[in-house]
C-alpha cells in the first residue's frame, strides 16, 4: 500500500549548522509533496512544496529536492536557527486529491 | 480572513459513548479532510469530501464517519469510543480538487477517551 518513510526521526545540530530530512514514497503515481513544520502544541503548517515536474524548490534557507526515479525527497535547512526546532513531516499524494501520507516525523532540535 | 476553525478544541469522553466535531473551512474553500494525530501512528488520513460529497476514506473502522454541507463546513463522527481513539483530530481545507492540493489546517480537537 502507500506508504512513506521518513529518516532521521530526531535530529539536533548547531545554530548555525545545515539539517537535511530524507524521505520516501513508495506510490509511483504520487506526484505532489508538501513539507509541514508542527512546533509543540500547534497545528501542521505547510513550509514548502513541490511537483513532480520540478527537480528543486528553494525558498529563502529551505529548499526541497525530489528525485521520482529513485522515489526520493529531502528537506535541506541552512543556517538553522532556534526557532527552527520542531517536528517536520513530508508527505506525498495525487494531484486533485486531498489524501496525504505522511512520514512519521523528524525532531529537530536546534541549540544555540 | 479566517482561518479553518474546529470545535470543540478539547474533551473528555468514556469509552462507549460517541463524539462529534466540527470543521468550519477558509471561506470561499470547498475541500475538507480529516486526520488523526497520535503519538504512536503519526498523522493518519481519515476521510476527504468535497461539495458534499466523501471522495476517499482512511483505513479506519466504520465507527469512524462524517458528512460536509453544503456551506462546506464539515463534522465526523465517532461511535462507541475506545481508549484507542484518544488523538489530535486535524481538519484541513484546500480551495477546490482541481490540482493544487495545498492544504491549511485548523487547530484540532483534542479527544481524551477515558
Known amino acids: 500500500g502507500e506508504n512513506v518513510e521518513q529518516h532521521p526521526s530526531t535530529l539536533s545540530v548547531q545554530e548555525g549548522d545545515s539539517a537535511v530530512i530524507k524521505c520516501t514514497y513508495s506510490d509511483s503515481a504520487s506526484n505532489y509533496f508538501p513539507w509541514y513544520k508542527q512546533e509543540l502544541g500547534k497545528r501542521p503548517q505547510l513550509i514548502i512544496d513541490i511537483r513532480s515536474n520540478v527537480g528543486e524548490k528553494k525558498d529563502q534557507r529551505i529548499a526541497v529536492t525530489l528525485n521520482k526515479t529513485a522515489k526520493h525527497f529531502s528537506l535541506h535547512i541552512t543556517e538553522t536557527q532556534p526557532e527552527d526546532s520542531a517536528v517536520y513531516f513530508c508527505?506525498?499524494?495525487?494531484?486533485?486529491?486531498?489524501?496525504?501520507?505522511f512520514g512519521t516525523g523528524t525532531r529537530l532540535l536546534v541549540s544555540p | 480572513k479566517a482561518g479553518v476553525t474546529q470545535t470543540p478544541r478539547y474533551l473528555i469522553k468514556t469509552r462507549g459513548q460517541q463524539v462529534t466535531l466540527s470543521c468550519s473551512p477558509i471561506?470561499?474553500?470547498?475541500?475538507v479532510s480529516w486526520y488523526q494525530q497520535t503519538p504512536g501512528q503519526g498523522l493518519q488520513f481519515l476521510f476527504e469530501y468535497f461539495s458534499e460529497t466523501q471522495r476517499n476514506k482512511g483505513n479506519f473502522p466504520g465507527r469512524f464517519s462524517g458528512r460536509q454541507f453544503s456551506n462546506s463546513r464539515s463534522e465526523m463522527n465517532v461511535s462507541t469510543l475506545e481508549l484507542g481513539d484518544s488523538a489530535l483530530y486535524l481538519c484541513?481545507?484546500?480551495?477546490?480538487?482541481?490540482?493544487?492540493?495545498?492544504?491549511?489546517f485548523g487547530a484540532g480537537s483534542r479527544l481524551t477517551v477515558l
Open positions: 484541513a481545507s484546500s480551495l477546490d480538487n482541481s490540482g493544487a492540493n495545498v492544504l491549511t
Open positions: 471561506s470561499g474553500h470547498r475541500s
Open positions: 508527505a506525498a499524494s495525487r494531484t486533485g486529491f486531498q489524501k496525504l501520507v
